[in-house]
């Protein structure tokens, strides 16, 4: 049975900058990684910064599990402040993450901008996932 490993573990009060690393891990080896972090506005938005599943550990529902992970610690965060999470986001490049656009799409998530010219040969897409 998967565990997860929160570090830190959410805070019983708000710390800024807060950004946490959210490991899954079947029989203590890690299979699936992310980290994300809350905005310093207070405006409800966390982003994910990366989410990577060891390629054996794919499509097995490990990614959204851990997906799912992070979003519940992210609430849980904002909670500790009495700010509700109302948006959660994540970047993934155009051409090379086109199974991570599906994955993304697959849990709730959808494509809300692009952003040319801020890689060298591809645009950067912005996904986003309403919790509101």
Request: a positive charge; glycine letters at 6%.
């Amino acid at each position: 049975m998967p565990d997860f490993v929160y570090d830190p573990p959410v805070p019983t009060k708000v710390i800024q900058p807060f950004v946490q690393r959210v490991d899954l891990r079947e029989r203590g080896k890690i299979i699936a990684t992310a980290r994300w972090h809350f905005t310093a506005s207070n405006d409800g938005v966390a982003q994910v910064l990366d989410l990577t599943v060891l390629p054996d550990h794919q499509r097995r529902g490990n990614g959204s599990t851990l997906l799912n992970a992070v979003i519940a610690q992210a609430v849980a965060f904002g909670k500790t402040g009495g700010i509700p999470i109302r948006r959660i986001w994540i970047a993934v490049e155009q051409k090379t993450q086109v199974k991570a656009r599906a994955f993304l799409t697959r849990n709730g998530f959808h494509h809300v901008a692009t952003i040319s010219e801020l890689l060298a040969h591809q645009d950067s897409l912005v996904y986003m996932r309403s919790l509101d």
